[in-house]
């Protein structure tokens, strides 16, 4: 599933969350099969054009925020962002380069952490074994 779909599927959750929906009733408002509209959500079916349009239409929302919706609910961090716009060239630069080590870093953390655990598992299963 390409990182597109994974935003829309994150993104219609979100939105259908929000305005307090199930979805079967956005299902239903927007013709789609509950159980279609619920693969949409889990990323086991990509929608079609027509769909995406029903969709918006029964969330009430225009059909690119389903594309471009963020998850920034910490305002704080949105006003940070903000300031960082307004930053020099060369600050701009420097809080990107930041911002992109600390993310590699969680990444490298999380990876590390999902290779460890599988080594854990697997000594217990040896371990089990005798």
Known sequence: MSEIQQNLAKNLKSIRKEKGLHQSQVAKKSGVIASTYSRIETCTVSPNLTTLI????????PMAELFKRTELKDKSLIEKVEMINGLSEYNRSVVEILLGSIIEKDKLEKSQEIKMKRR???LETVRGRK
């Not at 029903?54 to 929302?61: F, M, P, Q, R, W």
């Open 120 to 122: 854990l598992e697997e």
């Open 54 to 61: 029903s969709i918006a239409e029964a969330l009430k929302v």
